[in-house]
């Protein structure tokens, strides 16, 4: 079972030389610690950054350097910066190959919840709608299921949604999905994770082919 820089790690082995990449709050951002050898991605911030680094250690911390979550960050040899409406401009024309957001629920469909739980505060959608909409390449970070051990991968979702039919793969702490043709495809699955335990945490239509691998981290 995967914690959450496991599922960030798993993540970053789908990154590929001279993307720009969107690292959502949460999990997400967690990927930027984990880029493999040998290749080069720029992370975007759509506070208005390109160029971000790794979460910085206790002597690099700097204050007036944040993502969009309001986490301290780092830069790179080579970021710049600028306003928000010049990063939503990059995210609306199609600019970002990859989109790593967290969410509450995902369904069989693509559709993603990850901004809202009726009756609680909270201020507002901030970029996921905008990413959803542009992005062509959007996969999710987040846990199986919710504290109460029910399953966050649905049929249908139930919260107020993100975006629709948008979804290309999950990573949770059990498992690696891929969302087509109207279900989840189960292609790899979590060190100590068995199958039987995928589906029982899994409400959605879970496709099964063959002999599933364990993930390489």
Not at 147 to 155: C, F, Q, V, W
Not at 177 to 193: H, N, P, Q, T, Y
Request: net charge negative; charged share 20%.
């Amino acid at each position: 079972m995967l914690d959450k820089n496991g599922i960030a790690k798993r993540i970053a082995q789908e990154l590929e030389d001279g993307w720009y990449v969107n690292l959502g709050i949460g999990i997400p951002t967690l990927v930027a610690n984990y880029i493999p050898d040998g290749i080069d991605v720029t992370f975007q911030s759509e506070n208005g950054l390109l160029g971000m680094g790794p979460f910085p250690t206790e002597d690099q911390v700097d204050a007036d350097l944040i993502n969009a979550g309001k986490q301290t960050i780092t830069t790179r040899p080579g970021s710049v910066f600028f306003d928000s409406s010049t990063s939503f401009g990059m995210i609306r024309a199609g600019k970002v190959q990859l989109t790593v957001l967290g969410a509450m629920e995902v369904d069989q469909n693509g559709d993603i919840a990850n901004w809202k739980i009726p009756g609680k505060m909270v201020k507002g959608m901030g970029g996921a709608m905008d990413l959803v909409a542009s992005a062509e390449n959007i996969i999710v970070a987040m846990m199986h299921t919710n504290k109460a051990g029910e399953s966050k991968l649905l049929e249908k979702c139930t919260l107020p949604l993100t975006g629709v039919n948008c979804i290309t793969k999950v990573v949770t702490n059990l498992a690696l999905l891929e969302v087509k043709d109207g279900a989840f495809v189960l292609k790899e699955r979590a060190l100590g994770v068995t199958v039987d335990e995928i589906k029982e945490a899994t409400a959605g239509k879970l496709i099964i082919e063959g002999e599933i691998p364990e993930m390489k981290l």
